[in-house]
């Protein structure tokens, strides 16, 4: 058989015998061409034994479906291909039989046996696409081959079969309820997947099927939580919905106490500490103690939640902007609910669609959180180009922020947007003027008269809209009044707008004392117009009439008569009963005098002012982001959101004996291995964080706290700590170890070092528990795999020789100090970064050392920079600190110490303009104004020397003279230490190999053989971190160069023979060449 046909270029309608024939229009298109005998074509094709020709044919077919064009029936020749060996077809057939099994059950059902046996198919695509095809059949026979299919995929090996056993859950659900339990079973098993792929789908089951097991949700609440950052976007969704949900039926409400909170912050803070220290059950205690004034304590996994989904306020979907938003709005305190308001601000630039939803949940959030958009409210400004529903919703947006400070802004605006030529945006702009009027009382008569001046306007429905308002303003304050009310009374001739007619007959009738002699003439022009007037105009004239009627009966009596005769005979029946109702009302009769005496209660009777209000105000009764919040309206499906618990459920059933967020075995023997390096607190959130504190710092808190032991720490501190890991046990995943971190704590305590190296260590310390985030190690996926630049002094684990130390010290808060320009001289130290050497020895003191004893970790020892004979008493030296620099984290910090040996003082000590080779930077110290003789000084300046060791040239100046200056910097000083895990090293190697790698081979001394010294020479001559190594005999560290942040790898492989390898891994081959010669000189020396 011949395919050429369908390849043929020619649509002309000529075809030769047995050829196809095209259509003769040429946009119908050959391939896509509905004709029957084009289906023939394709079977032809599909019947061939060529893969290709098949292949091609599928290709058609889908294009086809894609197109939107009917293509079932080619399902019998499709179907036949289900058992196809090639994969590609297979594929393409399994997407055909999916959109058509539902509609061709028949034919599908012989296929059956092809779908099982797909199920068992090597290939993990084939085996979704065959479960997909397998829930597609809506035949109630097959429901227990598809339960087993199910069964058996949510224990594939392969995470995308998972994930389609999830999808076809719902799907079963609906062909037959009375599964629901076996259903429950899977999710069960499903929810327990520590895969990122899975959680998503089976989230939206659990939803489907079981959304009231809440109680399935419990083991996995933490894993949840922690997997969200890398669930892929729909599945953020769903996850996020769910879990506001549980999080009000598990958790206390934050708002509950916050007047407490407000009154006495800092007792509501330090009482929640205490709190933490009483075990596990204090989350019950509070809430127990709350009439007695307890401040509210959050739960831990409470905060856990509002921590981990935060970052994904960032995130470029905008429905996952808005779940996180809709989450912080029912779930986080008043303080931190303000975070979301920037986001949604900036999904405002995005499609119309979108923004109209957006600006539906801010008009409902603006309503209670006024302030928490009042910042962005130029960002709520009406374009020209904005539809009519985006306007409108922002109008009322800037309705509601509306208050005393931004109330003249407003109105500036709302007078321009009263000019548009779009009438409905006219319309609401009135409405929205007399609703700021009704709430802000200081503008009200300037809106009126603002108001009054617009009933001139041409526009009639401009005119009529500001009828309607002012008649709602003036029930307000009626008497003062009485001039609009004739202004008004005058424009009946003219405005021909029923709403607004109406309203001004109504105000005329219902304040006609103010306007005694004008009514009764607006009653005879209305009795006139009668009969041609609108239904709602003259039910306003009948009630004018009888109004006039019984406040001034001598001039108005026969009109009234004449009026309510009309309306007798009108055709209109609310009319007629109307005219009926009144006569008997008001003209007294021998029948009915009963209800007459009582006429002028009825109708003149004093009426409350109606009340301007937004129509979002009651929207929030419905989950924000939802169908039913955006048609004010309950959906079906939609599940109510559950009322806060009045005492907080047990935590504990959150509690996990095995580590829900690690991922695989390897990683668990790592954090084995890293054990002694983590603290015990490490990877949950601190529980005694109060709601009035702001999250950023409590997470910088949380990562200080976890890092603190060791000397510097006080008594009542260690017994806070015990009682710490006490409360965290069942809740943190590496609780298990606080045992052996207490008794390696006591054993510490043992040991004494001089004050000069424990310093040292301190200040290290204290350095890397500053710049470490809490964010990463809160997140589980990346939490071992994190690189952290700002880590400028990581410590790591020691290899498997070194002492059994364990925990990393911190004994200073360096946030919180900030090292002076003017410090006494100390002598240079030398640090490693091995935890092992900074250990070894320590002393642990009860008394925490002073900010001023604590030296700076040094690499290269002081060197002279100015003699003091060539500087006439000033000598001067300099050291590299190794710290990072706070004026910009790319720039060395150099430490200066002044001497000045001289017999007068030397003042105005500064740097001169220097003049630099390009890319060399200098930020200066600030000026020492006067060194006394005998007198010392320290000063730091930063130096960016653009990843090169070229000397940087300055002038040291004082009042009389200038210096010309040099520092050229060894090219270990050049970087800052990263901390990776050994497989991320490993992985980071491989991609620098080639020309990146730099090795040579040396001969260790008898001397430099031992772990301390191996890693304090390599540490003291180039500023990297040690990374963990499985073997004893090797050695790793890891750095980043500081202006362009280039990777720097450096591994030694040593023999017990003295024998070793250097191999330095780095893109920038010019520093990887001088690190290798100094760190070969230092070995060897």
């Known amino acids: 058989m011949s395919a050429a046909p369908a390849y043929s270029e020619d649509k002309g309608g000529s075809a030769g015998p047995g050829e196809p024939e095209y259509g003769h229009d040429p946009a119908s298109g050959g391939i896509f061409s509905s004709d029957y005998k084009r289906h023939d074509d394709l079977k032809e094709m599909l019947d061939t034994n060529k893969d290709s020709l098949k292949l091609e044919a599928m290709k058609r077919i889908v294009a086809m479906i894609a197109r939107g064009k009917n293509a079932s029936d080619l399902f019998p020749a499709v179907v036949k291909n289900v058992a196809c060996k090639n994969i590609e077809v297979k594929k393409l057939v399994y997407v055909y039989l999916v959109r058509y099994a539902e509609e061709q059950q028949d034919l599908a059902l012989l296929s059956i046996s092809t779908f099982q046996r797909g199920l068992k198919d090597p290939n993990q695509l084939i085996r979704a696409s065959a479960l997909r095809v397998l829930s597609s059949i809506r035949v109630p026979i097959i429901v227990p081959i598809m339960m087993l299919a199910i069964k058996e995929a949510a224990s594939d090996m392969s995470p995308y079969v998972r994930k389609t056993a999830a999808h076809a859950i719902p799907k079963l659900y609906s062909l037959d309820s009375d599964q629901k339990d076996q259903l429950i079973e899977v999710i069960e098993k499903l929810l327990a997947d520590k895969t990122t792929l899975v959680a998503g789908s089976v989230v939206m089951a659990f939803e489907e099927v079981c959304p009231e097991r809440i109680d399935l949700i419990h083991k996995n609440y933490r894993k949840l939580c922690n997997l969200l950052i890398d669930v892929e976007e729909w599945g953020q969704v769903v996850i996020i919905s769910m879990l506001t949900r549980y999080a009000r039926t598990q958790f206390l409400s934050p708002t509950q106490n916050e007047s407490l909170l407000e009154e006495n912050p800092e007792k509501a803070f330090y009482g929640s500490e205490e709190d933490e220290a009483k075990g596990p059950g204090s989350e019950a205690a509070a809430s127990t103690a709350l009439p007695a004034r307890k401040p509210y304590v959050m739960d831990p996994d409470h905060r856990l939640l509002l921590r981990n989904t935060k970052p994904l306020l960032q995130s470029r979907s905008a429905a996952v902007v808005m779940a996180v938003a809709q989450l912080y709005f029912h779930l986080a305190p008043k303080a931190e609910v303000g975070v979301i308001a920037k986001a949604l601000v900036r999904l405002l630039r995005s499609h119309s669609e979108v923004q109209y939803v957006v600006l539906q949940n801010v008009a409902t959030m603006s309503i209670k959180r006024r302030g928490m958009f009042e910042p962005y409210l130029k960002s709520f400004y009406i374009r020209s180009t904005d539809p009519t529903q985006i306007k409108i919703l922002k109008l009322e947006v800037l309705t509601n922020l509306a208050n005393e400070t931004n109330i003249p802004t407003v109105l500036r605006e709302f007078q321009t947007y009263i000019r548009s030529m779009d009438k409905d945006f006219v319309a609401a702009t009135i409405q929205a003027i007399g609703r700021c009027a009704t709430n802000i009382g200081r503008v009200r008569d300037t809106c009126l008269n603002g108001l009054v001046q617009l009933l001139s306007n041409r526009d009639e429905l401009v ?70 007037e609108e239904d709602i105009v003259k039910l306003q004239v009948i009630n004018l009439a009888a109004k006039l009627y019984l406040t001034n009966s001598k001039q108005t009596k026969l009109l009234t008569q004449y009026v309510l005769s009309l309306a007798k005979y009108d055709q209109n029946y609310d009319i007629r009963d109307r005219a ?201 996926e990346t939490e071992e795999e994190q690189v952290e630049p700002a880590s400028w002094r990581k410590k790591t684990p020691p290899s498997s020789k070194s002492a059994p130390a364990a925990k990393e010290i911190s004994l200073l808060d360096l946030e919180d100090f900030t090292p002076p320009s003017v410090q006494p001289v100390s002598p240079p130290t030398v640090v490693s970064t091995s935890l092992a050497a900074d250990l070894e020895g320590l002393t642990l003191t009860d008394s925490p050392l002073v900010p001023s004893l604590l030296s700076p970790v040094l690499g290269v020892g002081r060197q002279e920079l100015l003699h003091r004979v060539a500087g006439e008493g000033l000598a001067v030296d300099y050291t590299f600190s190794r710290q990072p620099f706070s004026g910009d984290p790319h720039m060395v910090a150099v430490h200066i110490h002044f001497s000045n040996s001289s017999d007068t003082p030397i003042k105005g000590l500064h740097v001169g303009t220097p003049k630099l080779p390009a890319g060399i930077s200098i930020q200066e110290f600030p000026e020492i104004e006067s060194l006394a003789p005998g007198e010392s ?149």
């Open 463 to 532: 005119v009529a809209e500001s009828v309607v308002v002012i008649k709602k303003l003036l029930q307000m304050q009626p008497a003062q009044h009485g001039e609009i009310i004739k202004h008004l009374a005058k424009l009946t001739d003219n405005i021909q707008v029923p709403m607004a007619r109406a309203s001004i007959l109504w105000l005329i009738g219902e304040y006609c004392e103010h306007v005694p002699r004008i009514a009764p003439d607006v009653l005879r022009k209305m009795a006139k117009s009668f009969t041609a």
């Open 580 to 780: 009926r109702f009144t006569r008997q009302l008001i003209v007294p009769s021998e029948q009915g005098g009963a209800l007459s005496r009582h006429a002028k209660k009825l109708f003149l009777a004093p009426k409350p002012a109606p009340v301007l209000e937004s129509s979002f105000k009651d929207r929030d009764h419905f989950q924000l982001g939802s169908l039913s919040h955006l048609l004010n309206a309950k959906a079906t499906g939609y599940q109510e959101l559950p009322d806060w618990p009045e005492e907080a459920p047990d935590p504990s059933v959150r509690n996990v004996e095995v580590p829900e967020w690690t991922k695989c075995s390897n990683r668990e023997k790592r954090k084995e291995k890293e054990k002694p390096f983590y603290s015990d607190s490490e990877g949950e959130s601190g529980p005694t964080e109060s709601a009035d504190s702001d999250p950023e710092s409590e997470s910088e808190s949380d990562s200080k706290s976890s890092s603190e032991s060791g000397s510097g720490e006080s008594s009542s501190e260690s017994d806070n700590k015990g009682q710490d890991e006490d409360e965290e046990k069942g809740r943190s995943s590496e609780s298990e170890h606080s045992e052996e971190e207490g008794k390696k704590r006591k054993m510490k305590k043992r040991k004494k070092v001089p004050e000069g190296q424990e310093g040292g260590s301190s200040s290290d310390e204290g350095s890397d528990s500053s710049s470490s985030s809490s964010e990463s190690e809160m997140t589980s």
């Open 937 to 1085: 000084a320290t000063a730091v300046m930063g130096i960016n020397f653009c990843d090169s060791t070229q000397a940087a040239n300055f002038q040291l100046c004082t009042q009389t003279r200038q210096f010309y200056v040099s520092i050229q910097p060894p090219v270990g000083e050049l970087m800052a230490p990263v901390f990776m895990s050994e497989n991320e090293f490993k992985k980071e190697q491989g991609k620098l190999t080639g020309m990146n790698e730099i090795t040579e081979k040396l001969t260790l001394p008898d001397t430099c053989r031992s772990d301390h010294v191996v890693v304090q020479k390599v540490t003291a001559t180039a500023n990297l971190g040690r990374v963990p190594c499985g073997t004893s005999d090797e050695y790793r560290f890891a750095g980043r160069t500081l202006t362009s942040g280039s990777l720097v790898l450096l591994t030694l492989d040593a023999q017990p023979t003295g024998a070793a390898q250097l191999t330095v891994n780095s893109e920038k081959m010019v520093i990887g060449t001088m690190l290798v010669k100094d760190v070969v000189q230092a070995l060897t020396q």
